[in-house]
DNA sequence: CCCGCACATCGACGCCTGTCGATACCTTGG
DNA sequence: CCAAGGTATCGACAGGCGTCGATGTGCGGG
């Protein structure tokens, strides 16, 4: 998908007007969250005991073949939204609330 | 895009995990903001003096035919986060930031 | 040392969506 | 009543993206 780490780029939309750089990085950024197995893996990662979750206990819960699976986890990891750490054979997952409040920011009302 | 309004479907993600539906339908929220154009539409409107922007100003600043605008807005306004008020032959948006809210509220931390 | 398991990558397929030109609709001004 | 301009709709096209099966990769246990 290309998603390049998100990050604050912009005051909030309805305080100033975005330029054509800003939207194209905000949007990018939503459209991370545009799918609903992304938006699931990162509610079940996040909360999750411990706050991680074992990629092995992901793929059954979403219905969704492994590649697919790893597919998303990748994107949720590149954008910034879940961090990896590998134990072992196996790949754990945490949320990064710093990257959900920025888009939580440019929600700002 | 077949999109229907925008409404609190859930709690925030990161305090509850989603279930299927909850996801689908957040995902479709979020996929109408997961265009550059209908960021800068947005943010146009909802800055512009008085609360309002007439149609017409809105074609020219994201360098888009009349068409591809119009479908832009359509698109926000049946989620809800633009409002259309037609008068004579011209139509007026305003931003509905109850809409916005909901999205924001999604991604509390 | 080899087998098994978790995970990533690859290639292919089908659908969705952003975009445009052409055109139809509708309201106002003359 | 006609002309003009703002807007919506239509049809078509291209690119993007989610999905899967098959396969590659790397680590750990026996």
Not at 26 to 48: E, G, I, Y
Not at 86 to 95: D, E, F, H, S
């Amino acid at each position: 998908m290309d998603t390049p780490t998100i990050t604050a780029c912009c005051d909030p939309l309805v305080e100033a007007a975005l330029d054509e750089d800003e939207a194209v990085q905000l949007a990018a950024a939503f459209k991370v969250l545009a799918d609903p197995v992304r938006l699931r893996l990162l509610s079940l990662v996040a909360n999750a005991e411990g706050g991680e979750a074992c990629g092995c206990d992901l793929t059954e819960p979403v219905g969704r073949s492994q590649p697919t699976v790893s597919h998303h986890l990748s994107i949720l990891t590149e954008a910034g939204l879940l961090e990896r750490e590998q134990r072992g054979r196996w790949a754990w997952y945490r949320a990064r609330p710093e990257a959900i409040a920025v888009l939580r920011d440019a929600l700002e009302v």
